[in-house]
């Protein structure tokens, strides 16, 4: 029961550390598109 528990955090956090990379990387990529689209059309 112990070690399931465990399993279980481990995913939890994994999840979790992925979900900020992932926010972070599209969050970044929408500004580069959004300076770019600004920079065309100036």
């Not at 528990?5 to 956090?13: D, E, F, G, L, W």
């Amino acid at each position: 029961m112990n070690t399931d528990n465990t399993r279980k955090a481990k995913i939890i956090k994994w999840i979790k550390r992925v979900g900020f990379w992932g926010f972070l990387f599209f969050l970044l990529k929408g500004l580069l598109w959004l300076a770019l689209g600004y920079w065309v059309l100036k």
